[in-house]
């Protein structure tokens, strides 16, 4: 039988063999920052047509409004009857009262879009026109004629 030798050979000669762990560095970082850009964008797209949503459907906001407090406070059933009673009665006050200043404010932005025509060039207006497009997209539709009365006789 042959003996082992407890004393180390020469070094091997040649390119040392590269590691991979660069590649998996590369990898795990690649994919955490997909990972990230994914869930950022998600929640800027969530917020944006949340905020659309409550912009366009002013009269949804009892409803989301409950939702939100609910799950916070655990209401109990007499304390989300009043909740619901006062935010209706209050929402019905503030559409009466947007009633009354949209018409203004509407003319007000229209002049400002106006105004802001005159700035513009003309190979800059078809660019131009889609952020006007878009802007009009974000105003909400006037309040209907029973705001201005109180909202519907019971």
Do not use: Y
């Amino acid at each position: 039988m042959a003996a082992v030798s407890a004393t180390p050979g020469p070094p091997p000669v040649g390119p040392r063999p590269r590691s991979r762990r660069g590649g998996h560095r590369l990898a795990i970082g690649l994919a955490f920052a997909a990972g990230l850009l994914a869930g950022s964008a998600s929640a800027v797209w969530l917020v944006h047509a949340r905020l659309q949503r409550a912009v366009r459907q002013p009269d949804q906001a009892v409803s989301t409004v409950l939702r939100f407090v609910e799950r916070r406070l655990e209401l109990d059933a007499a304390q989300r009857q009043q909740f619901t009673e006062v935010v209706e009665r209050r929402r019905r006050r503030i559409k009466a009262i947007r009633a009354e200043a949209q018409p203004r404010l509407e003319q007000e932005v229209e002049g400002l879009l106006q105004e802001l025509d005159g700035v513009i060039r003309p190979e800059q207006l078809p660019r131009w026109t889609l952020c006007k497009e878009r802007l009009r997209a974000w105003r909400p539709a006037l309040p209907d004629a029973d705001a201005v009365a109180g909202g519907p006789r019971n």
